[in-house]
């Protein structure tokens, strides 16, 4: 069972998944300097919007994908304007615990509405077994890399192309330039949670898709923290190619080693990192300045 | 109550003092008064939420030094705890230690490991810091989950009933005699944490805090500092999880999550307070805590 091919794949498609929930990450923390603890609780919160939709209400899954991704924009929106908007220029700390505050917020809403018992979900990927290199694969595993990158490389069009995201990069640079060249700070602050909260509840559904909607795939979101170290904070480009990675490591020590010790090296090459190159694999290198 | 305008000393010896005005000692005084009437008045049930909050103030000052004093964030917490808890009960339970014997074994080792985890915080900083410590919070629950020998596969530890050269805690007054036990420990944790920081290593915590780079130009040693600051503070946290251990009787991992780590920060957070010149933490005399932590911690 646990061959090669198998763990490779299945800890792609972990590692796209991963890839997208950490570009939310990244992008709050680069237009906004605010890490973001409830990154997790925003895949949670993707999750079941799409559950409640397709499941519970029984719409079509296109329009229950809409209203999910239209609901995390506007949750983003309202995150940013009513809960760190308050919180500028205070000490990081203080930013940290209101973002862990809102993460056991999220949580404790699911759990209000929806329970901790696990729900399944009836797949919306096809999910027929597909050989490749000689071991047999669901096609869904195949898909959630596909649909993966192909959002990725929306946002990254996004980021070159249009204005907005220009403007996000400009802000992300140096917000006082940008403010002279007239790009509404505030306006890309929203717009970099909305975007977030939009990755993270994409990556939500393909995660609710391939597994199965529950609260571990908030814990899940807890392993963004190993992928953004090792991608380096503020590097998009670094932390895909780290999504990937961590997602492929996790699987492959599942499979041949211990399931268990999988749940943890994620954080074990977190340290060594953090020990050996603090910024990262691409991140930028900061001196301080007294 | 009035509170000092300024400073108004005329000696040395007032400068040193510890309160300055009656108000201030007339604070105190209340406060003992209420402390050594409490159990008098209050039920079992009042009396165990005391005791719980007694063992969370010992765990939040040891937070404090690190998190307020020394300016080093830890989401670490619920890991050291379950360090001091584990140690403790597996040396009296296993290795039959006398209980005091193992608590303060269970403190060294804690703040040696603490000290261990404290090494990144040579090189990294605020936010860096705070997920190279989450890392430590997940990798110890992760390995006290895995070492079957711990629990001998149960899941949990047994603690025998706190037994301390032949005085046995008495089912009957179990939360009275804990009060009187805990209540010592505690206001001694209070004092000294209170005297650590008039002292030169408290003030060189102070220095890294407010600006590291100019701490070690004044001639503070960084590296002793820090891992110092990491060892005092996981010793004040491994003796919270000791006392819990002894008190409630069993251990499991289950008590020892992040959430409590989070807990631990809401905690000194809620009980600070800012002063004009910087962030700054101060202990706040144990007000805010009850209730919360007596959901999660016992």
């Known amino acids: 069972m646990s061959s090669f091919p198998i763990l490779l794949i299945y800890g792609l498609s972990d590692g796209a998944v991963l890839a997208l929930a950490a570009l939310g990450f990244v992008l709050i923390y680069k237009a906004t300097r605010v890490i973001n603890f409830a990154q997790g609780e925003f895949l949670l919160i993707g999750a079941y919007t799409f559950y409640a939709a397709f499941v519970l209400l029984a719409l079509p899954w296109t329009l229950s994908i809409v209203l999910a991704v239209a609901f995390a924009i506007c949750l983003g929106i309202a995150v940013e304007r009513f809960v760190l908007r308050p919180m500028v220029g205070e000490d990081a700390m203080r930013v940290i615990m209101v973002t862990v505050g809102l993460s056991a917020f999220l949580k404790a809403t699911v759990q209000m509405f929806f329970g901790t018992a696990v729900r399944e979900m009836p797949p919306v990927l096809p999910n027929q077994a597909v050989s490749i290199l000689g071991g047999q694969v669901p096609m869904s595993r195949l898909s959630v890399i596909g649909v993966a990158l192909v959002v990725l490389g929306a946002f990254a069009l996004f980021f070159r192309r249009s204005r907005h995201g220009i403007a996000m990069r400009a802000v992300a640079d140096d917000q006082q330039a940008a403010m002279t060249m007239g790009i509404s700070v505030r306006r890309v602050f929203a717009l970099a949670w909305a975007l977030a909260a939009m990755s993270a509840v994409i990556a939500g559904v393909l995660l609710a898709d391939v597994t199965v909607v529950g609260q571990d795939i908030a814990a899940f979101g807890l392993i963004v923290f190993p992928v953004v170290i090792l991608g380096g904070l503020d590097s998009v480009a670094g932390t895909i190619i780290a999504g990937f990675t961590i997602g492929v490591i996790k699987q492959m020590v599942a499979g041949y080693s211990d399931p268990g010790l999988a749940e943890v090296v994620p954080y074990l090459i977190l340290v060594a990192v953090l020990m050996v190159r603090p910024y990262g694999l691409f991140g930028e290198k900061r001196i301080e300045r007294v | ?298």
């Open chain 2, 1 to 298: 109550m009035a509170t000092a305008t300024g400073i108004y000393q005329t000696s040395y010896k007032a400068e040193l003092a510890l309160r300055h005005t009656r108000a201030e000692h007339v604070r105190l005084g209340l406060t003992v008064a209420f402390l050594i009437a409490l159990p008098y008045f209050a039920g079992s049930y009042w009396l165990g939420i005391a005791n719980t909050v007694m063992i969370a103030v010992v765990g939040a000052i040891g937070l404090n030094i690190l998190v307020g004093f020394t300016g080093q964030i830890s989401l670490g917490q619920g890991g050291f705890l379950a360090v001091g808890a584990y140690s403790s009960a597996v040396l009296t339970a296993k290795l039959g230690l006398p209980v005091p014997l193992s608590v303060v074994s269970a403190v060294l080792l804690t703040a040696a490991v603490g000290a261990f985890f404290g090494v990144p915080a040579l090189r990294l900083k605020g936010l860096y810091l705070a997920i190279a410590t989450l890392a430590a919070q997940l990798v110890i629950i992760f390995v006290v989950r895995r070492w079957h020998w711990l629990t001998d596969g149960k899941g949990f530890v047994d603690v025998p009933r706190l037994e301390i050269a032949g005085f046995r805690i008495n089912r009957t007054v179990f939360e009275w005699q804990w009060y009187w036990i805990l209540l010592p420990i505690a206001v001694l944790c209070v004092v000294l944490a209170r005297n650590l920081f008039r002292c030169g290593i408290g003030r060189a915590f102070m220095a890294v805090r407010d600006q590291d780079i100019a701490a070690a130009a004044i001639g503070i040693n960084l590296t002793r500092t820090k891992v110092l600051a990491f060892a005092v503070s996981s010793g004040f946290v491994g003796l919270a999880g000791a006392l819990t251990a002894h008190y409630t009787e069993t251990v499991t991992w289950e008590r020892f999550t992040l959430d409590v780590s989070v807990l631990y920060l809401a905690i000194i957070l809620v009980g600070s307070s800012v002063t004009p010149c910087g962030h700054r933490f101060r202990f706040s005399p144990s007000s805010c805590r009850p209730f919360r932590t007596r959901c999660s911690v016992r």
